[in-house]
């Protein structure tokens, strides 16, 4: 089974910078396979970005996806309030994984 | 408007059993493929199974597979689990989601039932 781990555990930032999450597979994930979930406390998961780089619909244009095999990357440019949760990613092949998680915190 | 909502959690002894239902509307339940997907408390996402929009096509993570079992009516637009032989390890919070086809992203989450496993 592929292993997704999520670096780093928890990253603490200011509103307005910028926020890079890494995720790495442990075999490598067809970049068609590949999204981030944002879930904030007491919330559902919600859907953020698939197939790598793709936006869900809704999604702002300060987050991105990049990244293919076994290193991707989400990338918030400028943090707003509502940001701060955690982020996982996914891969959602015939046996779906999440990696454990990174969390985004006000600094 | 998407909605999925389930029901049926609640505290049940170890080695019992739980049937979890999710009710779908709001969109063309018998063109997605749905999942079940858990969260212990404090802790990370652990996709638990999921099923072909037909039924087709049905996968379970090993920590669950032959106690659980998932299942779907398309003419009620409900998801279901089964879930036998419990363990205290198995409490968690319990999603259901929608993809578009197995192999697709988890596109709608409901907002989850508790199960807690304790004697």
């Known amino acids: 089974e592929i292993v997704l781990t999520q670096s780093p555990g928890t990253l603490s930032l200011s509103p307005g910078e910028r926020a890079t999450l890494s995720c790495r597979a442990s075999?490598?994930?067809?970049?068609?396979?590949l999204a981030w979930y944002q879930q904030k406390p007491g919330q559902a998961p919600r859907l953020l970005i698939y197939g790598a780089s793709s936006r869900a619909t809704g999604i702002p244009d300060r987050f991105s996806g990049s990244g293919s095999g076994t290193d991707f990357t989400l990338t918030i440019s400028r943090l707003e309030p509502e940001d701060f949760a955690v982020y996982y990613c996914?891969?959602?092949?015939?046996?779906?994984?999440f990696g454990q998680g990174t969390k985004v915190e006000i600094k | 408007e998407v909605q999925l909502v389930e029901s049926g959690g609640g505290l049940v002894q170890p080695g019992r059993s739980l049937r979890l239902s999710c009710a779908a509307s709001?969109?063309?339940?018998?063109?997605?493929?749905m999942h079940w997907v858990r969260q212990a408390p404090g802790k990370g996402l652990e996709w638990v199974s999921g099923?072909?929009?037909?039924?087709?096509?049905?996968g379970y993570a090993d920590s669950v597979k032959g106690r659980f079992t998932i299942s779907r009516d398309n003419a009620k637009n409900s998801l279901y689990l089964q879930m036998n032989s419990l363990r205290a390890e198995d409490t968690a919070l319990y999603y259901c989601?929608?993809?578009?086809?197995?192999?697709?992203?988890?596109?709608?989450w409901g907002q989850g039932t508790l199960v807690t496993v304790s004697s």
């Open positions: 075999q490598s994930v067809s970049s068609s396979y």
């Open positions: 996914q891969q959602y092949g015939s046996s779906p994984m």
């Open positions: 989601a929608s993809s578009g086809q197995v192999g697709a992203p988890f596109d709608y």
């Open positions: 709001g969109f063309t339940f018998d063109d997605y493929a």
């Open positions: 099923i072909s929009w037909n039924s087709g096509s049905i």
